[in-house]
Structure formats: structure tokens, C-alpha cells
């Protein structure tokens, strides 16, 4: 009797309300214990990896201030980057994948490694200079920051999205790296001058130890925040400077076909606040036919891949970046990768003007034919050249292609 009706106590108990609340408790208490005992075993597995089975009393601390840098791509933009640190007094060990580009920097004290996990080994600072995210994350867990040593600071400084930017971050987590997200504003000839804008991101104690080595490579370092914040921020300039350039190569064309004087609209767009500097420099190029490389444009095209990414992860429609993406695709399918982004101007061109006509910059360019980037002949097809331009008005850019800016405005 006891006993059935403790069954029937137990029975009203399990369907009341409060029985229901208890369960529930239960549920919910196993739950959170199993959480917090996974995140528990997930940061014991972190500490393991980053320390490759290495017994953490034994693995090295990086040197405070940096001493030895690696850098990791020697192309435009990090070869003059390890000769301007290595002129700082900073040692100096450099990697490239094709290795004979890394050569010349022996000239100016750069050792040059064959291996990057070489260069990295013991290096208080890790640069990376690598074309995109795939690559970066390719080339460091193939040994390199194992290499480094513990608390070395990554100044990952290529332009590799927001996605990958995450991954990166995520990656330095893991191997006990101090990750600084800093892609920068510059081309090849800010960079050998240290005028690079270097959009920098990541953690606040760790500024003072990048400083110093942002400072032999910019006239500018704008620290945005936590890392990750730069890349962003790189996405959004690139985005607006290469949709500039794909719209001054159309607007150039449709002077051309208008038979509007080009010489003159160049100086409107480049010296009145109607327009950008940037557009005088690259204005030049299409003008002249001629496209010496500053920015690849392969890498501008590879750039808005990077912008549509960026607004698909936060659904948002980008007409005009759309537009611009597939204006870049096809001048790259059109063989215009290795050019400078301005050569996007050839699949803009109106159809009667060949590519084998160009205007002269210089009254010595209109005397003496000569071949240069992109163009084959000197085949000077319109009037409105140098010497008809309105008296008085100065050149944008030097002839030959460098993209410095006037002072004052930034190197993009």
C-alpha cells in the first residue's frame, strides 16, 4: 500500500508544475557543466598547439624592443620594406617563394633565407608581404610561427579581406603570436621613400612595440582599434580607389570620343576640388597609352574580390562595386594583368581609337618615338597634347609612371 502510493506521490509530482520546473533545472545545470568543460579542455588544447609539445619553460620569449625581423615576400612593396629596416639598424632576414627576386636585397645587409621558416626562426618580428590570405595562411602554418618565439609580434601587412583577416588572427591565437593587422596605403615608390599610411589594428599594449618598426616604412600610422578593424578599413579605400580609376577611364574615353581636350579636363579633375590628384596621375597613363606598373591590375581585380566578399558577409548590394568588378575581370581576361591598374583604359577606349595610338606627355616624347609599357608604337592621333594645353599648366605626375602624390595627399 506504502508502496503504490509513493508511485502515485511520484507520478503527480513528475506532471506537476513544479515537478516540470525541477527537470528543467536539472537540464540546465548538466548543460552549462558540460559548456564550461569544453571550453575548459578546447584552451588546454590551444596551450598545446601553440607550443608544438614544446615544454613551455624552454620555449624563448621574443626580445623587447624587436631586433630581428623576418619578411616574408620581397615583392614591390616588401622588398623596400626590409632594406628600409635593415638601414634602421634593425637584422634583418627575408624569404621569397621565387628566391632569386630576394637576391639584391644581400646588398643592403638583408640576409635572405631559403626557407621562411628559416628566416622566422628566433625573429622578435614577423612581416608578411604575401600577395592574399590564401597564401599567408599557407606560408605561416608551414612552420613559421612555430619558429617564432613566444609573444613575437605577426605585422601581417598584406591585403587579405576580412575573412581572412579573422582566420589570420585566429591562426596567431593559436601559436601564441601577437597579431597586428596593418595592410597599407602605398605603391612601390612611397614605400622606398618609408611614406607608407599603415592602417594599423590590434592590441592596445602592443603599440609601442610596433611603432618603432612602423616607423622607417610610414610618414603615417593610423592605429583603428582592434585587429581586424584595418583590413576592414582597407577594403573600404580600395573599394572607392579602384571604382575611381575604372570611372576616369570611361570619363577619358568619353572625352576622347567628344572630342573634348583631355589635357584639360585632367587638370579640372586633378586641381580643383570637383576632383582627386590621384585622378592627374593615373589620367597620365591613359592618356599616354603607357602603363609602368605602380598597382598591378591583377591585384586591383583580386582587390574588389575582396569588396564584394566584404559586402556579401554583411548584405549589402554594391551596384557600382558590381560594375567595377566585372570592368577589372575583363581587362584581365583581356591579357592587361601585369599593367598598371590605369590600363583598364583598353576596354574602355571608344572603338575608333587604337591601342597603338597614344598622346605624347612631353614635347622630348612627340621628338623621339619610343616603345614603353603597353604600347608598341608613338602614333600621336589627337590635337589637344601638351603644348595646346591652357599656358601655365603643371604636370600631375613625372613622366615615367610614379604615382607620388602632391604633398599633402595620400600615396594609394
Excluded at 323 to 349: H, N, P
Aim: aromatic share 4%; with cysteine.
Amino acid at each position: 500500500m506504502d508502496s503504490g502510493f509513493g508511485q502515485r506521490l511520484r507520478g503527480w509530482f513528475v506532471t506537476s508544475g513544479a515537478g516540470r520546473a525541477w527537470a528543467a533545472w536539472r537540464d540546465l545545470t548538466a548543460g552549462a557543466a558540460a559548456y564550461w568543460r569544453w571550453r575548459r579542455n578546447r584552451r588546454r588544447e590551444r596551450a598545446a598547439r601553440s607550443t608544438r609539445n614544446q615544454p613551455a619553460a624552454s620555449r624563448p620569449t621574443a626580445r623587447q624592443p624587436a631586433q630581428t625581423v623576418a619578411v616574408l615576400g620581397t615583392g614591390k612593396l616588401g622588398a623596400p620594406v626590409a632594406q628600409r629596416l635593415a638601414a634602421e639598424g634593425f637584422t634583418v632576414r627575408a624569404w621569397n617563394r621565387t628566391g632569386a627576386r630576394a637576391e639584391p636585397l644581400r646588398a643592403h645587409g638583408v640576409a635572405v633565407c631559403a626557407s621562411a621558416a628559416e628566416a622566422a626562426t628566433g625573429a622578435d618580428a614577423l612581416v608578411t608581404l604575401l600577395r592574399d590570405g590564401q597564401v599567408v595562411a599557407e606560408v605561416c602554418a608551414g612552420g613559421v610561427l612555430e619558429a617564432l618565439p613566444a609573444g613575437a609580434l605577426w605585422l601581417q601587412m598584406s591585403t587579405v579581406g576580412v575573412r581572412d583577416c579573422e582566420r589570420l588572427r585566429e591562426l596567431a591565437e593559436r601559436h601564441g603570436v601577437t597579431y597586428i593587422d596593418a595592410p597599407v596605403l602605398g605603391s612601390r615608390e612611397p614605400a622606398e621613400r618609408g611614406e607608407l599610411v599603415v592602417l594599423a589594428s590590434g592590441p592596445e599594449a602592443a603599440q609601442a612595440r610596433a611603432n618603432p618598426l612602423f616607423a622607417p616604412l610610414a610618414r603615417r600610422v593610423v592605429w583603428l582599434g582592434e585587429a581586424g578593424a584595418g583590413s576592414r578599413m582597407k577594403v573600404v579605400v580600395n573599394g572607392w580607389l579602384v571604382a575611381l580609376v575604372a570611372n576616369l577611364a570611361e570619363t577619358l574615353a568619353l572625352a576622347s570620343a567628344l572630342d573634348v581636350d583631355r589635357g584639360v579636363l585632367l587638370d579640372l579633375l586633378a586641381k580643383t576640388p570637383v576632383g582627386s590628384p590621384y585622378a592627374g596621375i593615373k589620367g597620365e597613363l591613359m592618356r599616354s597609352r603607357s602603363y609602368p606598373v605602380s598597382f598591378a591590375l591583377d591585384l586591383a581585380a583580386k582587390d574588389l574580390e575582396l569588396v564584394a566578399e566584404a559586402r556579401e558577409l554583411v548584405a549589402l548590394d554594391g551596384h557600382l562595386a558590381e560594375a567595377t568588378r566585372k570592368l577589372f575581370q575583363q581587362a584581365k581576361e583581356a591579357g592587361l594583368g601585369s599593367l598598371d591598374l590605369a590600363a583598364v583604359y583598353e576596354v574602355c577606349a571608344p572603338a575608333g581609337e587604337s591601342r597603338d595610338q597614344r598622346e605624347p606627355r612631353t614635347a622630348a616624347d612627340r621628338r623621339e618615338p619610343h616603345t614603353e609599357t603597353g604600347v608598341r608604337a608613338h602614333l600621336p592621333h589627337r590635337r589637344d597634347n601638351a603644348e595646346q594645353r591652357s599656358p601655365g599648366r603643371a604636370e600631375t605626375a613625372e613622366a615615367g609612371g610614379d604615382d607620388s602624390p602632391p604633398a599633402g595627399t595620400l600615396a594609394l
